[in-house]
């Protein structure tokens, strides 16, 4: 669409240009059909809603590639996408609002003459309806696990959105759910030294429960978690056991697109022309790149001291230049 008509003015000379001897008759009437196509009105509202679906699905799969994603803000980002998704039912999106804004009741969009029949409204909303609710199926399908077994109870006992207000309710509230996870993690908690006794767990889990509902529940669900783990909730030794908890939930992988950065780095460090390597050198610069700071935040300082410094033998580089001079 940034290209229209350049596109466009392309196919109509391909399909018409009798001077064209490269193009077969098959090509120049293929040309003439994408041409035809890209003059429909409801083609051209077609790939603007595309546009605003894609935009969507870009900030989810933008999401799921940041470092440190927590069940918590992968759910709330499905929920956001899903509803983005739903909204565009009623009310279009940002580029479809553009694009009919433009064109309004007419037929004419960037000094083209559109094709357009009565029937193209009624045909285009029922597609839309279609092909949005297709993709919130997906979408439902594709992340169905974390509406069961252990993920399902990780996110109802650390999304405080999920905690009832009620105090009776809330006495009861996740005792099934904590079974589930301690069940689950059982081996990793059997060998944890801060872990004594599922009993233990449960009794913290009620005084826990009562504490946040009078004292936190305002934070940020991932900021509270990460003040139990360090301990900056509750007395001194109160609650060791909903902090292992708490902490196992903090740490599942919820993608894997670390990994994926990881292997694209070795693969920039250890190429064709460093493929001598060692293994050692290689994760240390694999750890730089990593980890390391920007390169424009980098003080190089430190690095050529330690250089200077350190070694068995001194650091002579003016010989080493007047040698290389002779």
């Known amino acids: 669409m940034r290209n229209y008509r350049p596109i466009l003015i392309h196919f109509e000379n391909h399909a018409s240009d009798p001077n064209d001897k490269e193009a077969s008759a098959a090509m120049k009437g293929r040309a003439k059909l994408v041409q035809q196509s890209l003059k429909q009105y409801k083609m051209l509202l077609f790939i603007h ?9 870009k900030q989810l799969s933008l999401l799921f590639q940041q470092d440190g994603l927590t069940l918590q803000i992968v759910s709330d980002g499905l929920q956001t996408t899903t509803l983005a998704l739903v909204a565009m039912q009623t009310n279009p999106g940002p580029r479809l609002y553009q694009f009919m804004e433009e064109v309004g009741a007419g037929s004419i969009w960037q000094g083209v003459q559109l094709s357009r029949t009565n029937a193209d409204d009624d ?4 597609l839309k309806l279609r092909l ?3 993709f919130c199926e997906f979408v439902s399908e594709r ?7 252990v993920l399902k109870a990780t996110s109802t006992l650390f999304d405080l959105s999920n905690w009832p207000e009620d105090t009776t309710d809330l006495a009861t509230f996740g005792t099934a759910e904590l079974n589930a996870f301690m069940e689950h993690f059982h081996p990793v908690l059997e060998t944890c030294e801060d872990f004594e006794s599922v009993e233990a767990a449960r009794r913290e889990w ?4 009562v504490l946040i509902a009078r004292h936190y529940r305002h934070l940020d669900p991932q900021v509270l ?15 060791q056991h909903m902090q292992v908890i708490a902490e196992i939930s903090l740490v599942l992988p919820m993608s894997s697109s670390c990994c994926e950065r990881g292997f694209s780095s070795m693969k920039r460090i250890k190429s064709d022309r460093r493929s001598c390597l060692s ?3 290689l994760n240390c610069l694999l750890q730089i790149w990593v980890h390391g700071p920007p390169a424009q935040h980098y003080d190089s300082v430190k690095a050529v001291t330690k250089w200077w410094s350190s070694g068995c033998r001194a650091r002579r580089p003016q010989l080493r230049l007047r040698q290389r001079r002779l």
């Open 49 to 57: 809603l595309m546009l605003d679906v894609l935009q969507e699905l």
């Open 123 to 126: 045909t285009f909303n029922a």
């Open 132 to 134: 949005t609710n297709s």
């Open 143 to 149: 992340f169905k696990s974390l509406e069961t077994g």
């Open 206 to 209: 009620l005084d826990l429960k």
């Open 225 to 239: 978690w990460q003040r139990l783990i360090q301990g900056a909730i509750g007395r001194d030794g109160q609650f």
């Open 279 to 281: 293994n050692e050198m």
